[in-house]
């Protein structure tokens, strides 16, 4: 996602100029919308899901985030995860390419399939907010009695509020 966190201010380079200016505040209702390339600079910018499109492309461009995020992470290319993902190897960095995107949705089998080939649970690649998704994550990881412990934990500190 361009090297920032989602609580900064993200930024776009003007086309007519060097400088940056901001475009928006990452919120709950905005969310990255693709990147392009400019001068070598790569620039990122958001919509607001109120102003453009609908939960459904909200849903699609947050899998579509998570899935890039979690390939960069892991160092894949998009051939090699989609080739792992069981994908033919002609078409596979076009495929995924389209996913992360958000050109094209694949069926919950294929997003498990490519969530396995990543090595996380599928949810982490749904989650709404940063945090919920490292929450998954590190929650996949540990021992069903950890987790249990984790969940009675939340629950009484729900409870408090």
Request: hydrophobic share 40%; with cysteine.
């Given at each position: 996602m361009c090297g920032l966190r989602r609580r900064q201010v993200w930024h776009r380079l003007s086309k007519n100029s060097q400088s940056t200016n901001p475009i928006a505040a990452a919120s709950p209702q905005c969310y990255l919308y693709g990147n392009r390339q400019d001068k070598g600079k790569t620039a990122c910018w958001l919509h607001d899901s109120h102003l453009y499109g609908s939960a459904l492309d909200d849903a699609r461009l947050i899998f579509a985030n998570r899935l890039r995020a979690a390939r960069l992470a892991s160092g894949l290319t998009q051939e090699a995860l989609g080739v792992a993902?069981?994908?033919?190897?002609?078409?596979?960095?076009?495929?995924?390419?389209?996913?992360?995107?958000?050109?094209?949705?694949?069926?919950?089998?294929?997003?498990?399939?490519?969530?396995?080939?990543?090595?996380?649970p599928l949810a982490a690649l749904y989650a709404d907010t940063d945090e919920i998704a490292e929450v998954i994550v590190a929650f996949a990881t540990l021992s069903r009695t950890e987790q249990r412990a984790v969940v009675n934990e939340l629950k009484a500190r729900a409870k408090k509020r």
């Amino acid at each position: 996602m361009c090297g920032l966190r989602r609580r900064q201010v993200w930024h776009r380079l003007s086309k007519n100029s060097q400088s940056t200016n901001p475009i928006a505040a990452a919120s709950p209702q905005c969310y990255l919308y693709g990147n392009r390339q400019d001068k070598g600079k790569t620039a990122c910018w958001l919509h607001d899901s109120h102003l453009y499109g609908s939960a459904l492309d909200d849903a699609r461009l947050i899998f579509a985030n998570r899935l890039r995020a979690a390939r960069l992470a892991s160092g894949l290319t998009q051939e090699a995860l989609g080739v792992a993902t069981g994908i033919a190897a002609e078409v596979a960095r076009t495929r995924i390419n389209r996913y992360e995107h958000g050109v094209n949705e694949c069926d919950l089998r294929t997003a498990k399939r490519l969530a396995d080939a990543l090595g996380m649970p599928l949810a982490a690649l749904y989650a709404d907010t940063d945090e919920i998704a490292e929450v998954i994550v590190a929650f996949a990881t540990l021992s069903r009695t950890e987790q249990r412990a984790v969940v009675n934990e939340l629950k009484a500190r729900a409870k408090k509020r």
